[in-house]
Every structure is written in structure tokens, then in C-alpha cells.
């Protein structure tokens, strides 16, 4: 592309505005200040951006150097999808594990202490709380990010998640709009399709972000899925129809509109990112996401130029994109103010404010843990005996979905290491988990069998009804989306795979 653009003129700055791209390195480059400097609003951070709670704070500080009211945004749902501990897990369970104990009380101090460590990292915006449905228990890419398959759970958690979150002083996200439950395709890979009728989307989908929207979600995020019964022809974050007629007009949302990743397949394998990024602030998106793959300079000036060449064209109202950047303008000042506010009290300010924690929630840095014990759900045989010495840990590892990443560790080796000393481990795929091999490589120990959905991969299912089969004194750890018949002399699930899920379940299993 080719346009020409001035940095400094109104229409550029808005273009720029609306964008919240990603990055390389545990510092800002100069090309991103730049930006800033030109009326870029939005950052997003991954997990390629976090080396410490330190060092993120240097680099929120050297993008506020540049622009005070600067977003830093974040995916940071806590459970299997986090960034601030990518490379040790996380010390808050996920999504799943707090519908399970179905306490909003502690769901919402969970989301409080999660954003107050944000905030005192400087991040104001976290892309969470997914709203999902998850009523397809084979969903590929939902799982343990949803709060469950009951629509009212799902809200009254969605709420106080975003209340949680917010008192922190953090903005909430909650995604993904409409819907992402009732899928079978990952959105990352290809463009997935809910084929439902209306009555079924307003009594399941979009009861959650009613809930969220009256608890005063300062942002939601779009989807990339094609809802026939709303639109046959554009995926969510493109249609009009969902964007403006659904989620602004009938179900009253002011807040801010976020796409989902644009590089993502749905979108770019099929419309490409420029168009895409277009056609999403025209159907009523106000803020670009991108930066997951693709993070560089080049990919924010096409974005930017092709924003501005439409508004140019008439393909695009100017003062379409003039609302949105307003309203990525308006959350900046929100946070900005927010964070003035508790500055002055100093770090750690947030968790003074809001209601107090909830019963037996612990305190603020144990709240995580507190839940993730709480969400165990265990099944003992008559037969079992306590396992008292170090067992052989294998783990059935499937592959994980791309917005779990597989750089975070999971399962319970780690944990049960800490109190069974000599812990032993393996790591087993679909070619490779035949009953014999696992006991060969165990021996004498007792073997801790720890999955992962193991409903969705028929693998991991085989595998197991044979090892418990052959040693029924076997311990089964499920830490995805319990389906499956407990199998073993001790059957825990998680809810989860988060590093405090797997420290609550070791603790079960070493009796302590």
C-alpha cells in the first residue's frame, strides 16, 4: 500500500488510535514509542514480553514516558492462559475451577487479586474474562477458559469477574462476543460456525455478557465466528448486524469494542487483515487487535494506511473511525484516572479497595491457591491406599491450543517433587503410551496418570483404561474438562491446569 500520510494530521492519529499491536523483547522498541509518540493509544503484552513483575514494570514505565494515558493491555486470564507467570504457571486458577466451586464471592476476590498485580505492574486493560458458554464439551479452544456449560453460572461468574477485575482498577475485556462455546474449530485455524436458532442464542450465548454489560464491562472482545441466524455471510467481528445492531443497540453496550487477534486464520486466510481491520471498525469495532503473530512496525504503518485509504475512498465513514478512536481514547482516560487515584496510596493500594475478601478466601497472595483446592473434585476406591513414597508421574500431554501456548509447564511432577523427594517422570504422546511402556518405565513406584481432556483425545482415554486396568491402584489427575468415567484407585480433577491446581491435587495425593 501506498498512501500517503501525514504523522501529525487527525485522520492518521485516529488510525493509529484504534490499533493495539504487539511487539518483540522485554523493552519497548523504538518503532512502538515512535507510534505512541504519533497517537498510537493501545499496547498489547504476551508472554515473549514478561520476564518478571520488575521488569514489566520498567517497561509499562518506558511506554508511559512517551504517552502517560498509554493502554497496556494484556491476556492474562489466569489458570491455562497466562502471561505475568508464562514460564511457571499460574498462581490463580482458571475459569473452569472457580464455576466449579460456583462461590461469586471468591471469583471476584480471585479477579481482584489478579488485577492488582496487574495494576502494579502498570497493565490497565486485561483481555479476560471469557464469557463462553462452553455447552460443546469438545470444543477445541474454550475448555477451562469458561466458567461452564450452565448459562446463569456462567453469568453471575462473568459479573463478578468483571467487578473483581475493575475495582483493582483494571479494565475488563470480556470475551468473545457472541459466543465461542458451541464450537468444534479453533478460530485460530480456520472459521468456526454456531448454527443455532435465535431463541437458543439469546437463552445460552449471550446471557453471559448481558451479566456483563449491567456489571459494567469497560470492554468487550469480538469473535471470529460465523452466527448464521444473525448474519450468514460475515463472522462476528465483521457484521454489522452483531457489532452495532446486537451488542450496541438491542443489548444497550457503550463500552469499548475489541477485535479478536486479526491475524488470526479466521479472519486473515480469509479476508486478510487490512480489509479485515476495515470491515471490523465499519460493522462497529473500535479497537484493532493484533500483535500475537504478527509484531512489527511494517504491520502497524498497513494497518494504519489502510484505515486511512478507506476513510479516503468513502469506503469507510471518517466519522466512524473518529468514534472509535474516541472511544479508545475515553477507556485510556478512564485508566489513566484510575490509576492517579491509587497511585497516591501507593503500591498495592488496589487490594485495599472493594468489598472484603469473601469467606474462608484467604488472604490476597493465597486466594488462588485457597480456590484451587476448593474446586478439586476427588473419587476414591475402597481399596485405596495413600500414596507415601515417590511414584512415577506420566504424563499424557496432547497439544495445546494456541491461545494456552505450550511454553507454560503443567501437570503435578513439579509439586508432588516438593513432597514425595525423588519424584520420578515421563511424558507420553499418542504413539507412545501403551500400558507396558508406562509400568516398564515405573517399576516398583505408583504411577500418577495426569491427562488432559482426556474425553477429547480417544488416545489418552485408551491408555488409561488399560493402566488402570493392569495397576488399579493407578492415580488419574484429569486436568482439562472432566468427562470422562473416574478411573483409578484415585480420581481427582482439577478443573485446570494452572500451577496451584497442580499443587492442590499433589497435596491430596502425597495425603498432606
Same mark, same amino acid.
Given at each position: ?8 494530521? =487527525? ?40 520476564? $518478571? ?36 504457571? %499460574? %498462581? ?18 480471585? @479477579? ?8 502494579? +505492574? ?5 483481555? /479476560?474474562? $471469557? ?6 464439551? *469438545? ?30 482498577? &483494571?479494565?475488563? +475485556?470480556?470475551?468473545?462476543?457472541? *459466543? ?12 468456526? =460456525? ?22 459494567? $464491562?469497560? %470492554? &468487550? ?40 487477534? !486479526? ?19 465499519? /460493522?462497529?469495532?473500535?479497537?484493532? +487487535? ?60 488496589? %487490594?485495599?479497595?472493594?468489598? @472484603? ?31 507415601? $513414597?515417590? #511414584? ?33 517422570? *515421563? ?7 501403551? #500400558? ?23 488416545? !489418552? ?6 493402566? =488402570? @486396568? ?8 484429569? !486436568? ?15 478443573? *485446570? ?12 495425593? @502425597?495425603?498432606?
Amino acid at each position: 500500500m501506498t498512501t500517503l500520510v501525514s504523522p501529525t494530521d =487527525t485522520l492518521t492519529r485516529d488510525a493509529l488510535a484504534v490499533l493495539q499491536p504487539g511487539f518483540e523483547g522485554a523493552t519497548a522498541p523504538d518503532w512502538l514509542l515512535r507510534r505512541v509518540g504519533e497517537g498510537l493509544t493501545s499496547v498489547g503484552l504476551f508472554g515473549r514480553n514478561i520476564a $518478571s513483575p520488575e521488569q514489566l514494570t520498567a517497561l509499562t514505565a518506558q511506554l508511559r514516558a512517551e504517552r502517560d494515558d498509554v493502554l497496556v493491555a494484556i491476556d492474562e486470564e489466569g489458570g491455562d492462559v497466562t502471561r505475568l507467570e508464562v514460564r511457571h504457571g %499460574s %498462581s490463580f486458577p482458571g475459569n473452569l475451577a472457580l464455576g466449579a466451586v460456583d462461590d461469586t464471592a471468591l471469583t471476584r476476590d480471585v @479477579a481482584r487479586e489478579l488485577g492488582r498485580r496487574l495494576a502494579e +505492574c502498570g497493565v490497565n486493560l486485561n483481555w /479476560a474474562p $471469557s464469557a463462553d458458554v462452553n455447552s460443546n464439551p *469438545g470444543n477445541p479452544v474454550i475448555g477451562v477458559r469458561s466458567f461452564g456449560a450452565d448459562p446463569l453460572l456462567v453469568a453471575r461468574h462473568t459479573a463478578a469477574y468483571v467487578e473483581g477485575l475493575q475495582a483493582a482498577g &483494571v479494565a475488563a +475485556c470480556t470475551k468473545h462476543f457472541p *459466543g465461542h462455546g458451541d464450537t468444534a474449530v479453533d478460530s485460530h485455524h480456520a472459521l468456526p =460456525t454456531i448454527d443455532v436458532d435465535l431463541d437458543t442464542l439469546h437463552a445460552r450465548e449471550l446471557v453471559p455478557f448481558r451479566a456483563a454489560i449491567a456489571a459494567g $464491562s469497560k %470492554s &468487550v472482545m469480538s469473535a471470529h465466528i460465523l452466527l448464521p441466524a444473525l448474519d450468514p455471510s460475515r463472522p462476528a467481528t465483521l457484521s454489522p448486524q452483531i457489532l452495532t445492531g446486537l451488542l450496541r443497540e438491542e443489548l444497550g453496550y457503550d463500552g469499548l469494542i475489541i477485535t479478536d487477534g !486479526m491475524e488470526m486464520q479466521a479472519i486473515s486466510a480469509t479476508y486478510g487483515i487490512e480489509r479485515g481491520s476495515v470491515m471490523a471498525i465499519a /460493522a462497529g469495532a473500535d479497537a484493532i +487487535c493484533v500483535g500475537g503473530g504478527l509484531a512489527d512496525d511494517e504491520t502497524v504503518l498497513r494497518l494504519r494506511d489502510a484505515l486511512v485509504a478507506a476513510v479516503r475512498d468513502g469506503v469507510l465513514p471518517e466519522e466512524r473511525l473518529a468514534d472509535a478512536a474516541a472511544r479508545v481514547r475515553a477507556l485510556a482516560g478512564w485508566a489513566q484516572q484510575t490509576r492517579g487515584a491509587r497511585g497516591a496510596s501507593g503500591p498495592g493500594a488496589a %487490594s485495599q479497595e472493594g468489598t @472484603a475478601p469473601g469467606p474462608g478466601a484467604g488472604s490476597g497472595s493465597e486466594v488462588g491457591l485457597v480456590a484451587a483446592r476448593r474446586a478439586l473434585r476427588i473419587t476414591r476406591s475402597p481399596a485405596f491406599e495413600p500414596v507415601t $513414597s515417590a #511414584p512415577y508421574v506420566a504424563s499424557f500431554s496432547p497439544v495445546a491450543n494456541i491461545a494456552v501456548g505450550d511454553e507454560t509447564p503443567w501437570g503435578v511432577a513439579a509439586e508432588l517433587a516438593h513432597l514425595l523427594p525423588g519424584t520420578a517422570t *515421563g511424558t507420553y504422546g499418542s504413539e507412545d503410551s501403551t #500400558p507396558e511402556r508406562v509400568i516398564g518405565a515405573a517399576g516398583d513406584r505408583r504411577i500418577v496418570a495426569v491427562v488432559r481432556d482426556a474425553h477429547r483425545h480417544p488416545w !489418552m482415554a485408551v491408555a488409561l483404561e488399560s493402566l =488402570t @486396568a493392569a495397576r488399579p491402584d493407578t492415580v488419574v489427575v484429569e !486436568m482439562g474438562v472432566p468427562q470422562a468415567q473416574p478411573r483409578g484407585g484415585l480420581y481427582i480433577a482439577t478443573h *485446570g491446569a494452572a500451577r496451584v491446581c497442580g499443587r492442590a491435587a499433589a497435596e491430596v495425593v @502425597a495425603g498432606v
